[in-house]
Every structure is written in C-alpha cells, then in structure tokens.
C-alpha cells in the first residue's frame, strides 16, 4: 500500500499566508503550521497562483525528507574477494 501524500491546507493569519498539514513525532500525529509569505501585490489570496505553489513546493519538500528519514539503511555486507 502506498504511504498518503497531504496537499495541506491554506490559510491566512496576521497578513501571512501559511498552510497547515499533520507530522508524526514520537509516535504521536501533530497538526503544524508553516508561513509561507506575507500577503503582498504578488500574493494577494490564498488562492493566488504563486501562493499555491509555495505551498506545493513545501509540501514535496516536507514529503520527501520524511521519506528519506523512513528509509531503512543498507545492510552493510562483508567486502568479498576471491583469493587466488
């Protein structure tokens, strides 16, 4: 089965926009926050396009270092030669 990726939600707060998805720490399912950007002329709304990608981009981000951390490592094996 393959892990659930989030899209996370967009909000605004204090004349910034940040985007809320859950993390898992220690076991326990957390809901964080991440401001994104300030709401300018480029970044009018939640909805504006640049403000969506940001959210995207940190998502993939945020995706992937948690992939990378589930990771299980490499088993080490012994480095075989054959002795002639």
Do not use: W
Request: glycine share 4%; proline share 6%; charged share 30%.
């Amino acid at each position: 089965m393959r892990p659930q990726t989030q899209r996370g939600y967009i909000y605004d707060r204090n004349c910034a926009f940040h985007v809320r998805y859950y993390a898992h720490e220690g076991g326990v399912r957390k809901q964080r926050s991440y401001r994104l950007c300030s709401m300018d002329q480029d970044h009018p709304s939640k909805d504006a396009p640049a403000v969506i990608k940001l959210a995207e981009d940190f998502m993939l981000r945020n995706q992937h270092s948690k992939r990378l951390q589930r990771r299980p490592a490499r088993a080490q094996l012994p480095n075989l030669r054959e002795s002639l």
